[in-house]
């Protein structure tokens, strides 16, 4: 059996030690918050339509929220690689602690996302708010796997779990990215 007494803990888990994660939140904050603004936008841009039923800008409102939506995925890869740079630059971190941060902004800002999106879900499914074209992409892969048998509350909650499975996914993405961001700082 080998042990790892005499390696420092450093050269096996990088930044991502204890007493390093507080630099790893500190580099997060700031993606978080601008991750958090950007999905509250996105929200917002797909809750309009259901707002002015009827008006003649409902068609640019949605073509703009979808121009948005395409926009976004670009914008948050470069949120996170920016991150993964930032934590280096000016935390100090390694590689790894440079991902970490980048996994935790991803993952702070979806659980915000996915609250919100949720909130909205009850809010239509109780007649609060009209349905809308509010559709996330967890809704669209629960629709594809179990089609009609998952809606109203039951396809909510389906999308919720999809949901969290993304999170992991994109954690362990989001970390790469980070990490490119920091190797890319280190040159």
Known sequence: M???KNIPCECVL???MFENVGNVLKASV???????????ISIILKLIPALIIG?????????????????????????YFWTGMR????????VVGAGGASAVAFVVTGIVNLILSALLGVLM???????????SPEAVVVASIFGDAAK???GLGLSNLCGIVFLAVGAL????????????AHR
């Open 173 to 184: 993405i989001n970390f790469a990215i980070g990490g490119f961001g920091g190797l890319f």
């Open 30 to 40: 700031l993606a978080i918050c601008i991750g958090i603004v950007l999905v509250i």
């Open 55 to 79: 008006s003649e800008f409902v068609d640019i409102i949605t073509l703009i929220s979808a121009a948005y939506e395409f926009l976004m995925l670009f914008i948050f890869l470069l949120l």
């Open 14 to 16: 990088g930044d991502l």
């Open 125 to 135: 499914l109780s007649h609060v708010l009209p349905p809308t074209g509010l559709v």
């Open 87 to 94: 934590a280096v630059k000016r935390f100090g971190l390694d």
């Open 152 to 154: 109203g509350a039951v």
């Open 2 to 4: 080998h042990s790892f």
